[in-house]
């Protein structure tokens, strides 16, 4: 990937939250806790009791997993579903009693990541990175009016928010372009990246072959990709976007730009290089803990 697509802060707090997902992930497996089943439990302690329609909206997830995982969420014990006063069709959600102990112990293993990864920052830097991340969580909430209070302001909560907020501001353009969210990741990774074959391309966004492939035969049949044989193994297909289709997706990243840097006017050109560099220590530090 380009130099200045790398180093824009919108993706680094990105890429920065999904390198921390991956690698929390990983540390709490035992567990048997999937990525939409601890982000649900950690979102209902940080928030209280929420409706159940909200909680995809909130999280940036879509609707179907999250509905599955209530439902083994609630099967289990972990939360319970009652309806609302208001309106008896909705129902609000809850942590159930039998789950304090297993959300402390992810509170206990989240504070704990939390801790090694400021302290790869050194002392300033740490002090620092909650304030930059805090400035703009507040405007990126006021755009999208979001009122919900949460318990908990720590930095990696602060970067988790400022990570979903950024997400679904980037779904509502990309409505508007036609594109879903995981399209447009298979579109930016291949503009950046340039050809590259089908495996390091999921490897790259962290995705199963069959996942990947139901996009790409999309892009495909859309106009937006193509593919090709390898030179010295044909068996192998090579990816990459049509050269026609450079032009626009430049012209949308473009805009997305514009709009990034906007947001970060809330930010004066040395806390924004400082929180540039905050946050690839940070993934430098969780990319390697992975390793």
């Given amino acids: 990937m380009s130099a200045n697509f790398q180093s824009s802060c919108a993706y680094l707090i990105h890429d920065t939250g999904q390198a921390f997902r991956r690698r929390f992930g990983r540390q ?17 302690n940080r928030t209280g009791p929420i409706g159940q329609s909200r909680i995809a909206e909130l999280l940036v997830l879509h609707k179907v997993p999250v509905g599955i995982a209530l439902n083994e969420l609630e099967r289990e014990g972990w939360i319970t579903r009652v309806p609302m006063a208001a309106d008896r069709r909705a129902r609000v959600v809850e942590l159930a009693p039998r789950a304090q102990p297993v959300v402390a112990n992810l509170k206990a293993e989240f504070d704990a990541l939390e801790a090694r990864m400021m302290a790869s920052l050194g002392h300033q830097a740490a002090r620092r ?36 907020h950024l997400m679904r501001r980037l779904d509502v353009r990309l ?18 990246a340039g050809d590259q074959t089908q495996t ?17 035969d999309q892009l495909q049949q859309e106009g937006w990709i193509e593919r090709h044989p390898d030179l010295l193994d044909r068996r ?27 947001l970060l006017d809330v930010l004066d050109t040395a806390d ?12 430098s530090y969780l990319r390697k803990d992975c390793a």
């Fill in 129 to 164: 990175l909650p304030k930059a991340l805090r400035k703009i969580r507040d405007a990126l909430r006021d755009e999208s009016l979001e009122n919900i209070e949460v318990k908990d302001e720590s930095p990696l909560w602060l970067l988790l928010d400022c990570s979903r």
């Fill in 236 to 262: 192998v297909k090579r990816l990459d976007i049509r050269p026609e289709q450079r032009r626009k997706i430049a012209s949308i990243r473009r805009q997305f730009d514009h709009s990034h840097n906007t």
């Fill in 200 to 216: 390091d391309l999921a490897r790259q966004l962290d995705m199963s072959a069959a996942q990947l492939g139901k996009l790409l």
């Fill in 175 to 192: 409505e508007g372009l036609g594109f879903t969210r995981t399209q447009w990741f298979v579109l930016n990774a291949l503009y950046h």
């Fill in 28 to 44: 709490i497996a035992s567990l048997g806790f999937t990525q939409t089943h601890w982000r649900i439990l950690g979102f209902l």
């Fill in 272 to 283: 924004r290089g400082e929180l540039a560099r905050s946050l690839e220590c940070l993934r």
